[in-house]
């Protein structure tokens, strides 16, 4: 069965739609089907893991938080965060521009307008300006 023609999940609150999976999966795994299936058993793992009750969820967690850590280097924002550290480093910026500067500045800004939302406003969906891939924030 092909990934378009299978809609059994269309019932459900998904935290991701198929239509979001397939514009992450297609390009990572068009040819390569070894990575494909790696990641289905990662996910069957993870799947089981939550299943198990509360301390297989703290797993899950741990292990999703881990991987957005391994998946940074291969971003664009880490490639555009080490060309600025590069720059930082030859002296060449203003103070404004360099990565502590703007980074904690956002940061600030960032705590700033959360603590001032109710828990209800986080749940609305924003787009990756990168990808298109639909994203609930928190």
Request: hydrophobic share 35%; proline share 6%; net charge positive.
């Amino acid at each position: 069965m092909s990934a378009p023609e299978y809609r059994e999940c269309g019932c459900r609150k998904l935290l991701a739609d198929q239509e979001t999976w397939q514009i992450i999966l297609d390009p990572a795994f068009c040819n390569d089907p070894g990575a494909a299936n790696s990641l289905a058993h990662l996910l069957f793992v993870l799947k089981k893991a939550v299943a198990s009750g509360p301390e297989g969820s703290m797993r899950v967690i741990n292990t999703l938080q881990d991987g957005i850590r391994m998946v940074w280097p291969y971003t664009e924002e880490h490639k555009l965060a080490y060309a600025l550290y590069e720059i930082y480093l030859s002296g060449d910026l203003k103070p404004w521009d360099e990565p502590r500067q703007l980074l904690e500045g956002a940061l600030e800004r960032s705590k700033a307008e959360h603590k001032g939302k109710s828990p209800k406003a986080t749940g609305r969906k924003s787009v990756s300006r990168n990808h298109g891939v639909a994203q609930t924030r928190t």
